[in-house]
């Protein structure tokens, strides 16, 4: 077994959805080891393998495995979280018992969409980026020709939990953020 607990540490509003709350789960293990095999039995991940992340989009929710802890963000409420936490538990555990008969996939799978950037911006149209838009941001930043630096509103208070989602998403993809985990 590799992953034999967790208990949920923070739970956090998701300002990415008002509606949902965010959960960070300490983990007893670290699960790095099985990343590579998860990225190649599970569908539509990203996976970073220097940064040790991989991020699992399960029923519109992302999942984001760290070498020490978990998050959850887009979840209902704590027994949704409990249940996807057991459910991962599960996955890891017997994906790992099993890694013997499963090719490791070290790529990084999945590419982030501009649609995917675009809902945790600040959405206002601000034009403060230098675009005209926050979907042209968007655009413009999953094909590297901007940094999130630049929109600066999302840097404010108001939108602190967006951009820890945000962060953490670009952070598993690969992209430069500043001082992604410092404020979470
Ligand atoms: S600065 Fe941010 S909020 Fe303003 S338009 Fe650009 S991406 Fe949107």
């Known amino acids: 077994m590799l992953l034999n607990s967790y208990k949920i540490a923070r739970v956090l509003p998701c300002m990415a959805d008002p509606e949902k709350i965010r959960v960070i789960a300490e983990i007893s293990d670290e699960i790095h080891e099985v990343f590579p095999y998860l990225n190649a039995v599970l569908k539509g991940c990203i996976y970073n393998h220097p940064a040790l992340t991989l991020t699992i989009k399960k029923d519109g929710k992302l999942l984001t495995l760290h070498f020490q802890h978990i998050t959850l963000a887009k979840i209902e409420d704590e027994k949704e979280a409990e249940e996807i936490l057991k459910w991962l538990r599960d996955l890891i555990n017997e994906t790992y018992e099993h890694r013997d008969q499963i090719e490791p996939n070290y790529s990084k799978g999945a590419e982030l ?5 675009f809902k945790l911006l600040p959405g206002t149209n601000c034009k403060k980026c230098g675009e005209l838009t926050c979907l ?6 999953v094909g590297r020709d901007t940094e999130i630096t630049k929109c600066d509103p999302l840097f404010s208070e108001k939108y602190q939990e967006k951009r820890k989602v945000l962060f953490e998403l670009l952070h598993a993809a690969g992209y430069d953020v500043p001082n992604v985990f410092s404020d979470s």
Do not use: E, G
């Open 113 to 117: 969409k501009a649609l995917d950037i």
């Open 136 to 141: 042209a941001f968007a655009v413009k930043l």
